[in-house]
């Protein structure tokens, strides 16, 4: 890789302020303790489904139906949209909703659960970021396209103004969501997946949300910041705030088309290492790597990031994983072409101990390379 503009080593994730190895102890702690609460659910006649602690999202078995919930925030990708405005004119608050949206609905399914209802929670620094008229309706339209898209209701919400505790300017934009898997049959955190699944990839647009600290951090170091143009033509921040995709949508077609994904992966912080989230160890072996977005490739190049270190940071173009069997997997890409999303049958499971071995760029990632569970 090209190194340009960073220092000799290259520009790392905890550069710009997110160090999982800090992070993720907190995790694990806060699963141990929450999992001593899930008898309290006794109390209602309701039990957890112990399978989905260490999950994208947690689901409660209530006798008739099985409730996923998750909650989600967006993180710092308004910092962009605040320093492109001026650039570009445009707002960018109804990709950002998407986004946050996406966060959690992207989540929630990875469970087999149907996206009921979202929340919204809008925290300004202060009440005068409201003020703004055509950035307040951005974020208003945006959350509702996206809501109609993946067929939810928008319940509600909270739009605190927290001086002192978010920056005056600014807005912290999370969201809330739950779900149904019906028939319970539809859960996909049993045991079903097994050595000779495929795996199918879907396309992301880009960035998404995670790994933006990063990107942002790279503005700061390269002589044209967010205005650098893009092998594509595009300008360097405006391509970062395209929104996430939504694949509520491709779930359930694939559901309607009788396919239930053995297991699914959300490709998000962590990167491709997110794809051995499951408890079980497992190989996970790629013959296909999706192309890479202009502005990952961009980002990579100039941050001097090894294939390992993109890898392990961003989705390089695959946005999110379905384990299926093998004889579904080709339709499994044609359901998800058909609801607009491009996907590959690009690897296969494997007996051997926990790793994502990346064949054609020669990467593996194993067990010692992420920790998630308690």
């Known amino acids: ?25 907190l995790k694990i702690d806060a699963q141990r303790a929450a999992r001593e609460t899930g008898g309290n659910l006794a109390k209602l006649g309701y039990s957890e489904i112990e399978a989905s602690r260490g999950e994208s999202a947690y689901v409660v078995d209530m006798g008739d139906t099985l409730l996923a919930s998750i909650t989600e925030c967006l993180g710092t990708k308004v910092l962009i949209a605040d ?42 620094g202060s009440s005068n970021w409201f003020d703004d008229k055509e950035r307040a309706r951005d974020l208003v339209q945006g959350w509702k396209a996206a809501c109609d898209r993946c067929g939810v209701s928008w319940g509600g919400g909270e739009t605190p103004s927290l001086g002192g505790v978010v920056e005056a300017n600014t807005i912290d934009l999370a969201a809330s969501c739950i779900g149904v898997v019906k028939p319970r049959e539809r859960l996909t955190l049993q045991d079903r997946m097994k050595p000779g699944d495929a795996i199918v990839l879907l396309a992301s ?9 990063l990107a942002r951090k790279l503005a700061t170091q390269i002589p044209e910041g967010y205005s ?17 995709v939504l694949y509520s949508p491709v779930t359930e077609a694939l559901f309607a088309a009788g396919i239930i994904p053995h297991y699914i992966a959300n490709i998000t912080g962590h990167g491709w290492r997110k794809i051995m989230r499951h408890a079980h160890a497992l190989v996970y072996r790629f013959h296909t790597v999706p192309p890479v977005p202009p502005v990952l490739a961009f980002i990579q190049d100039k941050a001097g990031m090894s294939d390992s270190d993109a890898y392990g940071t961003f989705n390089m173009g695959a946005g999110f994983a379905l384990f299926v069997d093998a004889k579904d997997a080709d339709k499994t890409v044609a359901v998800a072409k058909q609801a607009g999303i491009d996907a590959w049958n690009a690897g296969s499971i494997e007996a051997g101990a926990k790793s994502v071995v990346i064949d054609p760029i020669d990467v593996t990632f194993t067990d010692a390379d992420m920790h998630l569970r308690a």
Request: glycine fraction near 8%.
């Open 1 to 25: 890789m090209t190194q340009q503009n960073v220092r000799p080593n290259g520009l790392a994730y905890k550069d710009a302020g997110v160090d999982y190895s800090k992070i993720d102890p």
């Open 228 to 244: 650098a143009k893009l092998s594509d033509g595009r300008l360097y921040g405006d391509a970062l705030l395209d929104a996430t």
């Open 205 to 213: 647009s880009g960035i998404h949300a995670n790994g933006v600290s």
């Open 83 to 124: 320093a492109m405005r001026p650039i570009t004119g445009k707002t960018y608050f109804d990709n950002l909703a998407q986004d946050t949206l996406a966060m959690a609905i992207n989540d929630i399914i990875t469970v087999g659960a149907t996206p009921v209802s979202v929340q919204a929670y809008w925290a300004a």
